[in-house]
C-alpha cells in the first residue's frame, strides 16, 4: 500500500549507475526526478538529459515532479525522456486540466501538486476526474534546507478523507522533508506516497531505505525514531 519514491537531487551523480542499482536492490518503488525551470521555483533541478542517462541505467518506475511554470510544453520532451508518471502545479498553469489531460493522453499517470499555501478546495471534481495522484508539499517547493511544515498534518488528513470520498484508496504523495522522524506520522495521516531525498541519500543508502520500508510496514505502531527524537 506504501510506496516510497526515492528523490535524487541530494545524489553524488558521480556514482550515478553504481547508486542507482544499490537503490534498486534496497527496494525503493520510484525515482523521483525534480525538475525546475528557476522561475516557479528558484532552483534549477534535473533536465532531461540526465533523466535520460538515469533512465538507461534503472528499470524503476519514474516518478517526474515537475516545478516549472506552464509545463505543457515540456510535457513531450519529459514523457520521451522516460517519465512513468508526471507531476504539474495547480500554481504554475494557467489550465492545469490541460496539463493533465495531455499527460494521460500519453499514456502516463497524471499528478496535480499544491503548494503548503494553496487550499485543498481548489481540488475540484473536475480536476480529479483527471487525476491519478494529488502531491501536497510539505515545504515550499525548490528551496533547499527547509523544515516540514506542521500544519502539513491536518491538511493530509483532510485530503485523504477527501480522496477517499471520491475514488477510494487514490494516491495522496507528500513531498518535503520526509525523514526517519517524521515518515510514519505522514504515513497514520493518510499519505502513502512518500518521497524522500536527504534522508535516504545521505549516509548507507541500503540501510537507510531499510529503515524508512520498517517504518512503513506498520506505521500505525508508531516508530522508535519519534519516540528517540522525543517529538
Ligand atoms: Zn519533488
Redesign the pocket.
Known sequence: MYKLAI?L?EMDYRFLEQSLKEIEAAGVDYV???VMDGAFVPSLGIGPKLMERIRSSTELPFDV?M?VQEPLRLIPRIVQAGADMI?VHYEACEDVKKNLVCIREYGRRAGI?LNPETPLEVLNEELLEQVDVV?L?TTC?GVEGQSFIPESMEKIALLRKRLDSFRPGMDLEV??NITMKSIGRVARAGANVL?S?RALVQGNMTENIRQMRNILQSPEGGNVYEVCAGS
Open positions: 528523490s537531487l523521483h526526478i525534480d515532479h516545478m507531476t501538486a502531491h508539499m517547493p513531498d518535503g518521497v531525498g
